[in-house]
């Protein structure tokens, strides 16, 4: 019996061939790239390359450059007028300098009467701040000589309104006296340095201004004159003088005194005194007619 011819096996499969990348074009090419292992090798490179260079620039270069641990307490060069402690500008400047900052003056515009002149009355940043050295430490000094402004005119009006319109011409007030006058509480005179003020006169910022105010003539006591004696027109003239008026004038029949002159007054001129301004009674020697 022969032997059955024996069939060869049949071919292994074989894996079909990797795309060319080149080939490809659009979504495909994409999708091909990103499954490459070329690109994940490039992509492990970049992100590790990009991590190095942060470390770098946040660890190393930043605080050299910022000089990061090196910070430096700004000092103190305000001056404190309650405790009368007083830093001029040349020293305060010196203070910054030797604590490696630097400084810039900024003009103020202000005179502040209790602080001298050019003493430093403002910083920034604040005393006992900590910055990098060489930073700017901006000062305000007090001005050397102060502005002068034109004196409002407080003449014949109240104190209280005088004070507040002084005061908002960077004015103070300085010493107050009164003496009679009409009406009451109203500035009649003003002083600076001794010197009598008008309205418009230029003084110094924050000048003193010292203020004379009328206390009313009721305020007043005034020693009553001796009027016996006299005619009805001098009586009249010397109460006036006085800030006394007539009160009322009775003609008697008295021959003590020639027709038309003064026999008997009220109050008497033996009493000490009475208020500005209050009437004295007269008797007249004569009749209304004899005085016409």
């Not at 006299?230 to 020639?258: M, T, W, Y």
């Amino acid at each position: 019996m022969s032997e059955m011819p024996s069939t060869p096996p049949p071919p292994a499969p074989v894996a079909p061939a990797a795309p060319d990348i080149a080939q490809l074009t659009g979504w495909p090419k994409i999708k091909a790239y990103l499954r490459a292992r070329e690109f994940w090798a490039l992509a492990g490179i970049l992100l590790g390359s990009g991590l190095l260079l942060l470390f770098i620039f946040f660890y190393l270069l930043l605080p050299l450059v910022t000089q990061q641990g090196n910070a430096l307490k700004v000092p103190n060069v305000t001056s404190n007028s309650s405790s009368k402690q007083f830093i001029l500008m040349d020293e305060g400047i010196r203070l910054i300098e030797e604590a490696d900052l630097t400084h810039e003056i900024i003009d103020s515009g202000l005179f502040l009467p209790d602080f001298p002149p050019l003493a430093i009355i403002s910083q920034e940043p604040e005393a006992g701040s900590e910055v990098k050295p060489g930073r700017m430490v901006y000062i305000k000094v007090n001005r050397r000589v102060p502005p002068k402004v034109k004196f409002p005119n407080v003449f014949d009006m109240g104190y209280n309104q005088a004070r507040f319109l002084l005061e908002n011409w960077k004015l103070r007030v300085g010493r107050t006296t009164s003496e009679p006058g009409m009406g009451d509480n109203l500035v009649l005179r003003a002083y600076y340095n001794g010197k009598q003020l008008k309205a418009g006169d230029m003084v110094p910022e924050q000048a003193q201004i010292d203020m004379v105010v009328s206390e009313g003539i009721r305020k007043h006591k005034v020693a009553v004159p001796s009027l016996v004696g006299k005619n009805l027109d001098e009586a009249h003239a010397i109460l006036r003088a006085l800030g006394l008026s007539i009160a009322n004038v009775e003609f008697v029949n008295d021959s003590s005194q020639p027709q038309g002159f003064v026999v008997h007054q009220r109050p008497t001129a033996r009493q000490d005194s009475v208020q500005a301004g209050s009437g004295v009674w007269l008797k007249v020697n004569g009749t209304p007619q004899n005085r016409e």
